[in-house]
């Protein structure tokens, strides 16, 4: 088989799979590079390659995005599981509001890259706290707040804390804090300076 046959097959196995066809032009491009290759010939190796066919796209296949990065949280609301939160290493953080059917980015005022911790209120849903984390520390991680379901966010303890690939569980809610319809106290374990310490966290009424 030619070279010029060779490019022109991959062309009909594009159809039907595109991995295979994307390796058989990269040795035809290489071949070429080479100098094994005739001068049109080479002057043709560079086209558009899809990441999916249409037969893929049609099958509802959604494949890149930066919620394919590694997955470091997950957290839902303890009254009918409809509010979910999904945190990434450095790909930010998802909300579902309908029981994980489906997802959204939910980064606004929250200025970390990844995640590493989340604790939605037991008794309120509409509160939560984020542990912000990244591949490197930053003085802006720590704990953030929402109070409408991850659709802004607030800083409420800055730490320059990595959190890259740390996978124990950091934040929580006390139960027994309830009052005026929400949890006010929260417990924050923080890793910052090698040894473990413990923060309590207290919400004031009407501190939004």
Known sequence: MTLT??????????RFSPVKAFFVKFLVGLLAFLGTAPVALR???WEAMPWTNSAQLNAGVRPGGE?????????????DGQ????GTDVGGIWRS???GAKWEPCNVGYTPR??????????NANYALA?????TAWNWHGVYLTSNKAASWRSVLPQNYGGYRDFR???TYDRTSLSGGRSLVAYYSSPVGGALQIHRWRQYLGAG
Do not use: M
């Open 5 to 14: 046959s060779l490019y022109c097959r991959c062309n009909e196995l594009v």
């Open 43 to 45: 002057a043709q190796q």
């Open 67 to 79: 919620g394919g990065q590694w997955p470091q949280a997950i957290a839902a609301d303890g009254t």
């Open 83 to 86: 509010f979910l939160l999904f």
């Open 97 to 99: 509001l309908n029981g």
């Open 114 to 123: 990844g995640n590493a911790g989340f604790a939605i209120d037991p008794h």
């Open 131 to 135: 542990v912000g984390a990244n591949s």
């Open 169 to 171: 569980a950091k934040v």
